[in-house]
């Protein structure tokens, strides 16, 4: 008999917030389903979460486990460098999939050592987490310490009045935050992004702060390239790359192209933003075939449909159908528009189909996807109603809509 090959193992702490089986996934998780497994991970003993390492000599071969999808891919392009006058140079993609910001409403989902978002109207903050305190009253009132980019009012005045001065600074700062009033966020790092440790995080953070030599940058060295640096080791901003994506899709198709699942997954990953497991999931998913409405057989409860609302694709799923001569009268669930300054919230509206093909239904009833019953996934989109989680192009109406008809993981039996 040949030689066995020896396997050796060795315990290090990931660092990061949840994992997933990336060969069974059909969708990406929900933002419930990410807070579950964050908890789940942190609770687990209260220890570190521990991972097999492959050494030199050892062959690691594990079915629920892609191995491609567990290292940050590399392109060559700066994606940060709006002008394009930088050298091009090999960098990390930081994939939008696989870093999910999910909104907190209660202290203890807060951590040290966190990158957490303040939600603005026309940008987003981005810092630090140092230090938590919780209300013992009130678990929704929380006091948090950060380190930030940021500057005090008489210190963005004298900056402005400075053209070559830097527009912000790295500052520690305690800020007193009602959950309920102020939409907060904290980014959760999937297993498939390199992830420090919460005290490196804080000491690189604090460190930083002392050094005079930060030069703050709008487009190549902002909040959130300040913070994703804390995290990773490398200064990304997803809010720069998106706003570049949304600006080159009007451009070229107006809004029409900004409502283009296909045509955005592409661009995303041309641009860095979704990592190869992500993209193909998404290109698989988004190829399902969407069938014309022309008569009331074409559609049941538990579908999901897809028409034009403002120019753009806007997804729903029917909850109750009423049939008519020629159109049909639906009950439908999904994100509504209540004007720019508020928040989509996910309601019960009615629909009126007309039988003229502009209404469409995905039809995955010749595909390997695994789905719920159509009365759970009412029951699903039901449970959603109030909803106010709307986030573009990490859970819009389509996300909603998927997440209502599709189980996260398909149905093993389907892939042999």
Known sequence: MGNSKKFKRKKIWTGNDYALRQTYLQRPPSEQTIKHLTKQRQEATNKPSFVKIAEEDEITEDPEIDESSCKLESIKENHDDLDGREEEKTKPVACIECVKPVRVFKGEEINRGDHIKFHGRI?????IVVNVTISEKKDHKVVVELVNASNTTAGAVYACMRPFASKAKLLSETKKLNLKKIKVMVYKYSDTI???????????????????DFHYNLFSNNCEHFTTW???GERLSLQIRKIRMIVQLFANRGFQGIGDEALRNTIECEKGMLCKPCFERNRKLLSVA???????????????????HYRCWHSAVILEIESHERS???????????????????REE??????????????????????????EVVERARSKLGEKRYDHFSNDSSHFSRWC???????????Q
Do not use: M, W
């Open 350 to 375: 009615t629909l009126g189909i007309p039988f003229d093909g502009r209404v469409k239904v995905t039809d995955f009833s010749n595909t390997d996807y695994t789905v719920y019953d159509p009365e």
């Open 230 to 232: 804390c995290v990773t």
């Open 328 to 346: 049909l009268e639906c009950k439908i669930a999904h994100y509504a528009f209540r004007g720019f300054h508020r928040d989509r919230k996910i």
């Open 290 to 308: 969407k069938q014309p409405i022309k008569s009331k057989h074409d559609v049941k409860i538990g579908d999901i449909i897809t028409y034009k």
């Open 123 to 127: 940008y987003d903050h981005h810092a």
């Open 194 to 212: 390199k992830h420090s440790l919460p005290e490196e995080i804080i000491q690189r953070a604090v460190t930083a702060k002392s050094n005079p």
């Open 405 to 415: 008809k599709l189980k996260l993981y398909r149905n093993r039996n389907s892939l």
